[in-house]
T-cell receptor
Framework: DTAVSQTPKYLVTQMGNDKSIKCEQN?????MYWYKQDSKKFLKIMFS???????INETVPNRFSPKSPDKAHLNLHINSLELGDSAVYFC???????????FGPGTRLTVT | GIQVEQSPPDLILQEGANSTLRCNFS?????LQWFHQNPWGQLINLFY???GTKQNGRLSATTVATERYSLLYISSSQTTDSGVYFC?????????????FGQGTILTVHP
């Protein structure tokens, strides 16, 4: 009965590889987000999708490409991984007209 | 964009003590949330409180929207309260606006 789930929980990979992180929510929400938490614990939004349409795209390298196949899923694909991509990535969701956001458990990405 | 500032940056308590964490924000908000990030990295939603006062067990929160601040009270602290507390706000006109995180308050509760 997990509300917002992410897979995988941990991801260790080498520089130059391509990897994906998946997010699913079963709350009936229509807006989903990706946030990045750096090594200093600072959290910042990367992307947001509303009804499968990209509505927020912060200054993120174009190696990061979000994809929303439906309202319940938002995946994050990262090409040509770099050391600086190491971080914890959080998915979140909300419903239009309701402001509270619900967060997933996070995916810890380590690039070696 | 909106600025969110939290204080203090660090707080060390003895078990059983009470504490108050503060969050100042630079604009009127339609979303103000408090999260606890536990030592395992999970973000736990404590309160959704753009205005008013809420209580949940030993924790309570008050947001004075007109003065642009929010307070999180922790009473009778326990070691399990340790972690990082984030104040998060959205000042956008739409419900799918981005949240801006404060820098967090690192709380350590000693037995």
């Amino acid at each position: 009965d997990t509300a917002v789930s992410q897979t995988p929980k941990y991801l260790v990979t080498q520089m130059g590889n391509d990897k994906s992180i998946k997010c699913e929510q079963n709350l009936g929400h229509d807006t989903m987000y990706w946030y990045k938490q750096d090594s200093k614990k600072f959290l910042k939004i990367m992307f947001s999708y509303n009804n499968k349409e990209l509505i927020i795209n912060e200054t993120v390298p174009n190696r990061f490409s979000p994809k929303s196949p439906d309202k319940a899923h938002l995946n994050l694909h990262i090409n040509s991984l770099e050391l600086g991509d190491s971080a914890v990535y959080f998915c979140a969701s909300t419903k239009t007209g309701v402001y509270e956001q619900y967060f997933g458990p996070g995916t810890r990405l380590t690039v070696t | 964009g909106i600025q969110v500032e939290q204080s203090p940056p660090d707080l060390i308590l003895q078990e059983g003590a009470n504490s108050t964490l503060r969050c100042n924000f630079s604009d009127s908000v339609n979303n103000l949330q408090w999260f606890h990030q536990n030592p395992w990295g999970q973000l736990i939603n404590l309160f959704y409180i753009p205005s008013g006062t809420k209580q949940n067990g030993r924790l309570s929160a008050t947001t004075v929207a007109t003065e642009r601040y929010s307070l999180l009270y922790i009473s009778s602290s326990q070691t399990t309260d340790s972690g990082v507390y984030f104040c998060v706000a959205n000042a956008g006109g739409t419900s799918y606006g981005k949240l801006t995180f404060g820098q967090g308050t690192i709380l350590t509760v000693h037995p």
